[in-house]
């Protein structure tokens, strides 16, 4: 426990120490700040709308495919006690920065901070979560349940607030069914049920994908001139 909040509190104090990046409000930039690896502005190098929006989108997918993925290997290593433990973990709140980021160009840079807050809250939660869970502290587990819910609940109304195209009860159905398949997720794994770890997964994933394209379509729905045709 002391090694994950360690690790957390180390990235939290990297990241406010000014190594995040400000964006301008571009569609190219936006394509950029949400593809931290391959993706990039040259993705969409015809110019054409539909080439800007499938580069969004893909970007934006790859995003919160990062986020179930480094989720899946912190909760197999938290479960394991394997050293990669805080490695994993590292690279998990690194992805909510990724996350924040993403929408800088849109909703500025005080936005975007705060989707990164809300987002590590919530793995850090998770991370109380998966411990207490293992070592069967049913008390703190039930109270950290109710924190993470509640805090699924507060990423939702930020999302429902910045854009109308985010409808708050479509939000919090997408954080609650996030939260629901990532928490079967981690009871499979813990109590060696494998097949069903293998299934929770699946959900996990696909509903991420899902929601990862529902926020792409709002944020071009709601900013059609940045993903205009470029002359």
């Given at each position: 426990m002391k090694s994950?909040?360690?690790?957390?509190?180390?990235?939290?104090?990297?990241?406010?120490?000014?190594?995040?990046?400000?964006?301008?409000?571009?569609?190219?930039?936006a394509v950029a700040a949400s593809a931290p690896h391959h993706l990039s502005a040259a993705t969409v190098s015809d110019n054409s709308n539909i080439a800007k929006q499938y580069a969004f989108r893909a970007a934006m997918r790859e995003l919160w495919e990062d986020h179930v993925v480094w989720t899946r290997q912190v909760i197999v290593a938290i479960i394991a006690s394997t050293p990669d433990t805080d490695a994993a973990l590292t690279r998990l709140l690194r992805n909510q920065a990724d996350i924040g980021n993403a929408i800088k160009p849109f909703y500025g840079d005080a936005a975007g901070e705060q989707l990164t807050t809300l987002l590590r809250e919530h793995i850090v939660i998770a991370g109380t979560l998966l411990?207490?869970?293992?070592?069967?502290?049913?008390?703190?587990?039930?109270?950290?349940?109710?924190?993470?819910?509640?805090?699924?609940?507060?990423?939702?109304?930020?999302?429902?607030?910045?854009?109308?195209?985010?409808?708050?009860?479509?939000?919090?159905?997408?954080?609650?069914?996030?939260?629901?398949?990532?928490?079967?997720?981690?009871?499979?794994?813990?109590?060696?049920?494998?097949?069903?770890?293998?299934?929770?997964?699946?959900?996990?994933?696909?509903?991420?994908?899902?929601?990862?394209?529902?926020?792409?379509?709002?944020?071009?729905?709601?900013?059609?001139?940045?993903?205009?045709?470029?002359?």
């Open positions: 994950f909040l360690s690790a957390g509190v180390l990235v939290i104090a990297l990241a406010t120490a000014g190594l995040l990046t400000s964006m301008t409000s571009t569609a190219e930039t411990t207490t869970a293992k070592s069967g502290d049913t008390d703190a587990f039930a109270a950290a349940k109710t924190e993470w819910y509640r805090n699924g609940d507060d990423i939702a109304h930020f999302l429902a607030s910045a854009n109308p195209h985010w409808p708050l009860a479509e939000m919090q159905a997408a954080m609650t069914a996030h939260l629901d398949t990532t928490l079967a997720e981690a009871v499979a794994r813990l109590t060696g049920d494998w097949n069903a770890d293998v299934v929770a997964y699946d959900a996990v994933h696909q509903h991420i994908l899902h929601m990862a394209d529902a926020l792409s379509d709002g944020i071009i729905a709601q900013f059609p001139a940045a993903f205009a045709r470029s002359n």
